[in-house]
Structure formats: C-alpha cells, structure tokens
C-alpha cells in the first residue's frame, strides 16, 4: 500500500483531468490479480447533479514565476502545490508588490507549500512557502500559467463484488477520493487502502454482502454518484465507510454518522474499541467533513460513516507539502488495513444467534471444556460461555461483543466451533 501511493503521489489531481484518469488506471493494474477492475464513468462537464452542475475540465500544462534574471523561483514541476487548483492562465510581468496579491501561504508555517483552490470562482495564483515569499528582493517578476477550461467531464470509478450468496445482505459501501494534488495521507492513502480491500473482499470464500467501492473527486464526485444511485443505495445500502487519511500512525478516528446510530457507526466503533489512542468525532464536528457529508445530507440518509487515522483539518501537515511520503509509513497503512478487515469480518457475522439447546450445553463431552479444574482454568472460556449466555435470538452479535467487552474478531472461533458442534444457529 505504501510504495502504491507513492506512486501514485506525483499525478496532479483535480476535481477533473488526466491526472485522477492516470490514477485509475494505476489503480485497476495494481489489482489485476484480484480479476476485478474499476468501471470507469466519463460524467459530461454541464451535467446537473442535484443543485451543483459537473464543472468544466482544467487542463494545465505549465506554471512558473520568473524573477527579471530568468531564473526560475517557483516551477509546478518541483512541486503541483505551487498552483492554485483551477488557476486561470496569467502571463504578466509584475512588481513584487502586485506579485504577492497573487501567492498564497500557510501564515501558521513559513515552512511548508499551503495546498489551496478555487473551483468555483475565476482567478489565478500560486502558492509558496511563506520563508521564500518573505524573502524574495524588490523587483519584477513573470508569472505564467498555461491552463485552460475545455467542456470534458468528470471522471469516476466503480466497482461490485456481489455476494455469494444467492440471497444477500444487501451492500457495503467503501468510498475515497481521487482530486489532490501531491499530498499523501490526504489523498492518496484513501485509494492505495482500497486496492488493498478489493483484493481482500475478492478473496473471501463467502460473502453475504455485495461491495461496492467508489473513486472520485471529494464533495461534487459523491454528489455526482448519488445523483443517479440514491434509490438504488436507499433501498440496499446496509452499511459505508469513507476512507481517507489513513497512512499515518498517530491515532484511530470515526467521524460518526448524522446521528451516530447505523450499523457503521457500531461496527467501526466496536472494532476501534480494542485500539489505543482512539478519538471519536461528531458529524461536522470543527464543522468540516468529508463525503460522509452527502451521504449524510437532509433527503439522502444513508449509513455513511469515515474512518482516518489522524482526522483530515486535525494534523499540522494537513493540506500542507508537509503530507508527504515521510508522513505516511507502511506500519500506519497496516494499522488501517487490520481495522477495515476486522470491520467487514464483524459485518459478515454479525448476525442474530440461538442456541440449539435448552440451558447450559454439556461443553466437556464436546472437547470444549477443560478436564482438570482448577483456579484460572477457565478463564479462556469466558468468551464462549457469554456468547452461550446471550444467544438466544434476541441480540446481534455486535451487541453481545459490546455486552461481553469482547472484540468480535475473538467472538468468531467461538461462533464457529459452536456451530460445528450443532449447538448454535443463525435466525432468520
């Protein structure tokens, strides 16, 4: 996962163009082995999804100032955070007063490159660190950007595994985004976790639920989606979780659902639960979001909840040349990875138990009970003897986990030799 984004951490991203296209293919040819690919959907510029409308595609080619010698002070070819995201095309020579009208920094760090757009207004720019903003000398400087708007589209990739079982659950959805620029674990830890979960999901013998993994550009992509899917995802959508920041090792976060009541949110907080350095944050907590916010939105109402490792606007390098590849590390993407394969193990057996015997079943006949009693040799029973306790088709097994303050994931071999033995089944 890590040497995947960083692959993929040069492609200049937008909301459109080449770059989130060029992505998508990295993508599909990192998971060919899976035998699953992306469908990759060309939504045309002017299309009107819901009250927003598909932007025209930028295309940019070349951004650089100049200082009156000619030398190059700032290239996009170093870094594609030196542009302002859907910056007009400029050439001018100016003063450097005027100059500085036109460069943005991070005043709370004269160190690093401030990542920064303007999708939906005109105007040109560049970004600098605020030291070298600070210290360039009086005088005339030419900026140039060649870029230019086209009627294109947006570009989005989709893609289903189905259960295997004839009648299924219904379908999770996992959903990230593919519109920054060079910035690592807010943007492409998102996608590189995801190719790691599609070759998981398509390796699992059974599978109640269908999956369904979405790539796009944040905030318009999932409105974009929604837009010609929300019937389909009202009536099938059973749980979702967008990915995003997920490369580093700082922390585990859960930004919680509109309520904080579905299926996601219990199941990503009893994973979480067994983690240390856990922080748990409202929906539009410090007021921002990610997709979780449409998802989430007032006639939409689906069970969207987003899982981080540090939370996005919540780490110093947040949307800042500081979110590199020295910021994400393989150990941070493993820790992800664990968590979303222990969520979607906790969703496959998440369902209502009942044992098939009236009181307490004979264990030791069974091979299940220990054959010399003493003190503290029973202590490895106590999952398999609460589980007993409270199977009895009233509660889901996430509710017994919560109850018995025991991760689902130790839950399972119990649930298993019990079902081998004929003592427990699944109700209806």
């Not at 067994?274 to 109402?301: I, P």
């Amino acid at each position: 996962m890590y040497d995947f984004a960083a692959s993929v951490f040069p492609l200049n991203r937008s909301l459109t163009g080449e770059g989130n296209r060029e992505t998508l293919r990295r993508i599909n040819a990192e998971i060919a082995e899976s035998g699953r690919q992306f469908t990759v959907h060309e939504i045309p510029s002017g299309t009107k999804v819901f009250d927003w409308t598909v932007p025209k595609e930028w295309e940019l080619r070349e951004a650089y100032i100049e200082n009156a010698a000619g030398e190059r002070i700032l290239d996009m070819r170093d870094n594609n955070l030196h542009v302002l995201g859907y910056s007009v095309a400029v050439d001018r020579v100016v003063p450097l007063a005027e100059l500085k009208q036109y460069i943005y920094t991070q005043e709370d760090n004269p160190e690093v490159i401030p990542y920064v757009t303007s999708y939906y207004k005109e105007r040109c720019g560049f970004c600098m660190a605020k030291r070298q903003l600070d210290a360039l000398p009086d005088g005339d400087y030419h900026m140039y950007i060649d870029a230019d708007f086209k009627d294109g589209s947006l570009t989005m990739g989709e893609l289903l595994i189905p259960a295997t079982e004839a009648a299924d659950a219904g379908e999770i959805v996992f959903s990230s985004y593919i519109c920054h620029p060079s910035m690592a674990n807010n943007e492409c830890s998102g996608p590189a976790l995801m190719t790691a979960l599609v070759r998981h999901v398509a390796a699992l013998p059974d599978r109640r639920y269908a999956y369904r993994f979405l790539l796009y550009p944040e905030t318009i992509g999932a409105i974009t989606y929604l837009s010609t899917h929300l019937e389909h995802l009202q009536k099938r959508m059973k749980a979702g979780f967008v990915l995003s920041c997920v490369g580093d090792t700082r922390a585990y976060s859960c930004t919680q659902s509109k309520y904080a009541d579905t299926l996601s949110d219990r199941v990503l907080s009893g994973v979480l639960r067994t983690r240390e350095n856990v922080k748990t944050y409202r929906f539009l907590e410090d007021g921002g979001g990610s997709d979780e916010r449409q998802y989430n939105a007032a006639n939409v109402n689906l069970p969207m909840v987003c899982f981080c490792r540090s939370r996005y606007g919540n780490f110093p390098e947040y949307h800042t040349s500081a979110d590199n590849m020295d910021f994400v590390s393989p150990e941070g993407f493993q820790g992800s990875f664990e968590v979303m394969c222990e969520v979607i193990e906790a969703l496959e057996y998440n369902r209502h138990y009942r044992m098939t015997v009236a009181g307490e079943p004979q264990l030791g006949k069974r091979g299940l009970y220990p054959t010399v009693s003493k003190k503290g040799s029973y202590d490895a029973l106590q999952p398999m003897r609460l589980l007993i306790a409270y199977a009895d088709g009233r509660n889901d097994l996430l509710w017994i986990s919560e109850r018995a303050e025991t991760p689902v994931k130790e839950l399972v071999p119990v649930i298993e030799s019990l079902k081998q033995h004929g003592l427990l089944e699944v109700v209806s």
